[in-house]
Structure formats: C-alpha cells, structure tokens
C-alpha cells in the first residue's frame, strides 16, 4: 500500500486539526532512509494552554454525556481504526523503523483495547450499602483534563491505554506524542476528531522538556499518566507530587527470563526467549533482557540460542518477512552499541552478533544484528535498560541465588519462568518482583490482565479495569429518608 502523508502536520485543538509551517518544525525521518516523510510543528506553552482550556471547556458536557454514549464513540474509533490499520502500520513502520508485520498486530491490541473498555465501563457500577436510616452511594465521577505522555517505541498501543480507560470514564484528554514517533498518532488525531465532539481529545506536539513539562505543570490538569524512562518518570512523579494531582507511571524494565532444566521443548522455550528478548528491536520495555538458563541445560540451550539469533531475519521495516529491522534513531542505534562495547569491556563474551548490519536499500539505518553476550548479573548491561537486540545469557545452578539475581536490579516491570513442573512455576511467580510474570509464554498479555510495574518500573496498572480507578474519584453520597430530630441547638 502506497501511504500519502500531508506535508506538515500540527496539533488537534478544540477540534481543529492545526498545519505546520515549517519555519517552527522538526523533520518525521525515516530512520531506515534518511527521508524526510513530513514536518511536525513545535508546539510551545501557549499551545498547551489553549489545548487544555479546550479540554476543560469541553469537560462537562463530555461528563454529562453519560457511560453508554461514551462508549459507543469509542466503539467507533476502535471500528476507524480497524479500517485504517494497513494505513497506520506503514506510516508507523516509516517513522520508527519497526517491522510491519509487527506493528500491525500492535494494531490489532489497540483496536480490541478501546472495545475492553467500552465494553468494561458498562458493568463499572457504583457501589453503596445501606446506613442507618437511609442509604450511601460511593459514585465515581471523572477527574477532569488528563495530561498523558507517551513514548516512541510502539505509538498505537501507547495510544489506547491512555485514551480508551481516561476517555470512557468521562475525562478530557490532552496527549502528547514522542518526537519520534508522531506521525500515526496525529493519523490517529483525524479519526478522533470525526467521530469525538470538539476539545474532548487534543494533541500536542513537540519536545518533552517544553510541551511535556507545560503539559504536566498546567493546574488544569488533574492527572496525569505517563509512560517512557524511568528517569523522565521521575520528574513526573516530581511535578505531581508538588501539585497533588494523582499520576499513573509506566515505566522501564530489565526483565528475567528463567528457564529451568526440565524444559520439555528446548526448541520451543529458544524461539519463546528469542522473540522476548528482541521483538521490537529490542525497544520494548518488557523485553526479557535477562535470560537465566540452569547449568545441567546450558551448552546444548545456548549452541541453540545462538542459532536461533542467527536466523533471525533482519530487514527493511517494509518487508513482509523482517523480524529484526532498524532503531528508532542513530542515536539509538550508537547507545546500544556502546552498551555491547561495555559489556565486553566489563568481562562479558559476545556469543553472537554484536555489529551493525546493512540492509539494501536502508543503508542509513541502525540495524543491529541479534545479540547474545554471556554475563553476569552485576553488569551494567543486565542491570540498564540498553534497548535493542542485546540479550545478557546467565547461567544459574542454585535456586535462591538465581533468584535474588533475577529480582537484583532497580526494575520490576515483568518477568519469564519455562518449566514443566508447576510448583516450581507457582513458587517462583510468587517470588518475582514484577508487575507480570508468564509461565512457559513470554508476553502473554491479553486485555483485562493488569499491566504495570513494580520498584522502579512504575505506578499504578493498565490494560485492565482497574485502569478506571486511576481516572475517576469517589463521590460519597448519602441519602436520609427523614430529617435528624433537633437536638444541637434546642428551641
Ligand atoms: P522518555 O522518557 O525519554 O520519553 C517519553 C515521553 O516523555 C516523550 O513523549 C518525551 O517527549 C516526554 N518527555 C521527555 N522529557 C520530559 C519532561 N521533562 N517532562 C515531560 N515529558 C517529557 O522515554 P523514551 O526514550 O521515549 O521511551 C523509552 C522508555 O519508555 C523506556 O525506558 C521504556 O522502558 C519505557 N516504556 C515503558 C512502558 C511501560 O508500559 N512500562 C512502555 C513503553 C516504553
């Protein structure tokens, strides 16, 4: 499918889908070609404040439009998006340089999340019990204006965690897009604005430090939901504690992967761990980055790890059949092969890849060949978020010491268990730190199982009803059939 972008592309404010004007932009690159696909406007606080004073005017009648309603707009978008998911694959795969036929399945997430929560506010009732004399309803209403911020590595699902839960419950939104990865998502702002009335969902444009800090500091926001590094975490959770407003915080990870040594399929546990090491590109903040395997299996593991590394296909981010295509950004691309230089540097053995590779026709990408470097668990590259195909292999032999190493680092974002003795699974589930932990699947996420992170991976849970929680307040209403009798201040 040939994709047409516009050749500039600005902020959605109170239903008004704003062009460029290229003297204030930044270049959407290609980072597989060097190609210039459009110009983004830089948007600067005055932006921000009309976006959110456009959410805020828009709040009430958003509010008072009442669950049913809300959720069958959302049900249309999930539908517009469905329709147009060939078409936001390809602007995705341009922009961020990820497989196609990886993105498109973040689609297919996507789509069925805003369904999960249309469907789910329909049975998020109000609760309330019975006092003496009368009755107390606990109501949830809707915060207000939430500033949400996303990061670059998979725009569509980022996307539908943070608006479908926060638009459904009754908030208005202001989103803000990573600089990297903005395109789909201002894509995606034209099919909102068909379907949502005027201001209820607004986009901004631009760098972190500028419209992402305006956006968290406004005093009409009333919450905000973050995802992206732990460190930019940090100041968000900074900025929410001075304001007192509630935030959600989805953060990095360094996840273990363990594999015990009464695996029953080797060959299935090695693709299992090679797509959770390095889908994405290794840009995921669930990748299993620390594969754990026991000694009795490791020679024969590891000589079949390696080739399953090798026969991974690196490719154009166009092409059908890539598994592994290109970083986001240069950048990106020497950040992580700095972290293999210093992995080795630190003792580590490269098992295999370890180079950039080149791909015709893309010869301007970062593609960085899958990597496996035998390590320990202290390193800096098993316990730093390195973000490419960079796998750390450690081999274990005593239980309670893989298992302080599995949980040794300051994140706690998900982790892997392969066996096929389920006591061992179900013990060491329960002594992982991590939000999410799949026995014998690696990333098995289906909407509705709780998705966040514990330590430093983050705070607070999406992907799941709970999510609604975190974007509305309780209300304590009570109801006396009768007047109390005088008594304070007798006649
Ligand atoms: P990042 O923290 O650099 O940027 C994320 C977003 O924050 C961007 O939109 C950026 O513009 C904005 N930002 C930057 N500085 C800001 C500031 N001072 N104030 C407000 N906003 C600011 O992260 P990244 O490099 O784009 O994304 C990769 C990170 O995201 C990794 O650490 C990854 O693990 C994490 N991530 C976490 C999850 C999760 O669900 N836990 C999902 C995806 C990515």
Request: with cysteine.
């Amino acid at each position: 499918m040939k994709v047409e972008l516009d050749k500039t592309y600005g902020p959605l404010i109170n239903g008004v889908l704003e062009t460029g004007g290229k003297e204030f932009c930044f270049a959407a690159v290609d980072p597989a070609t060097g190609n210039n696909l459009a110009y983004i406007r830089y948007c600067t606080e005055s932006d921000v404040d009309r976006a959110v004073a456009a959410a805020q005017n828009a709040f009430p009648a958003w509010r008072n439009l009442g669950q049913q309603q809300r959720a069958r707009l959302i049900n249309l978008l999930a539908d517009e998006i469905e329709r147009n998911s060939e078409r936001l694959a390809i602007i995705d795969a341009l922009d961020v340089g990820r497989c196609v036929s990886e993105v498109r399945k973040d689609y297919l997430t996507a789509v069925r999340h805003y369904r999960y929560f249309a469907s789910v506010v329909m049975a998020y009732e109000d609760s309330g019990r019975e006092i003496e004399g009368g009755y107390a309803i606990a109501r949830r209403e809707p915060l207000g204006v939430c500033g949400q911020i996303i990061p670059w590595n998979a725009p569509a699902i980022m996307a539908a965690f943070k608006l479908a839960p926060a638009l459904v419950a009754g908030n208005t939104v202001v989103l803000k897009p990573d600089e990297n990865a903005t395109l789909s998502t201002l894509e995606l702002a034209k099919l909102i604005n068909k379907i949502f009335p005027a201001g209820v969902m607004n986009m901004v444009t631009g760098l972190g430090e500028v419209v992402g800090a305006a956006l968290s500091e406004h005093p009409l926001v009333r919450k905000l939901s973050f995802t992206g590094s732990t460190e930019v975490g940090r100041i968000i959770a900074g900025v929410a504690a001075k304001r007192l407003v509630p935030s959600t915080l989805e953060l990095g990870g360094k996840s273990a992967n363990i594999v015990f040594p009464d695996i029953e399929d080797i060959d299935a546990v090695i693709d299992n761990a090679t797509f959770a090491a390095i889908h994405n590109n290794g840009q995921s903040c669930l990748a299993g980055t620390r594969l754990f395997v026991h000694a009795d299996i490791a020679d024969v593991f590891s000589e079949k790890l390696i080739a399953s590394f090798r026969r991974v296909k690196i490719g154009s981010p166009l092409a059908e059949d890539s598994r592994v295509s290109c970083l986001v950004n240069a950048r990106q691309g020497e950040r992580v092969l700095d972290y293999i230089k210093l992995g080795q540097e630190e003792g580590a053995e490269l098992l295999v890849g370890g180079a950039r590779a080149v791909v015709a026709g893309c010869e301007h990408g970062y593609f960085i060949q899958p990597t496996i470097l035998l390590a320990r668990n202290e390193m800096r590259i098993c316990q730093e978020e390195i973000f490419g195909p960079v796998l750390s292999l450690i081999i274990w032999d005593d239980y309670e010491t893989m298992i302080a190493q599995a949980n040794g680092t300051e994140y706690g974002l998900a982790s892997g268990i392969y066996t096929s003795n389920l006591k061992h699974a179900m013990e060491t589930a329960s002594r992982l730190e991590a939000g999410s932990v799949w026995i014998n699947r690696y990333s098995n996420i289906t909407d509705g199982t709780a998705f966040g992170g514990y330590k430093n991976s983050g705070i607070g849970r999406e992907f799941c009803r709970e999510a609604l929680n975190a974007y509305t307040q309780i209300k304590t209403i009570t109801v006396q059939a009768e007047l109390p009798d005088i008594w304070f201040s007798p006649l």
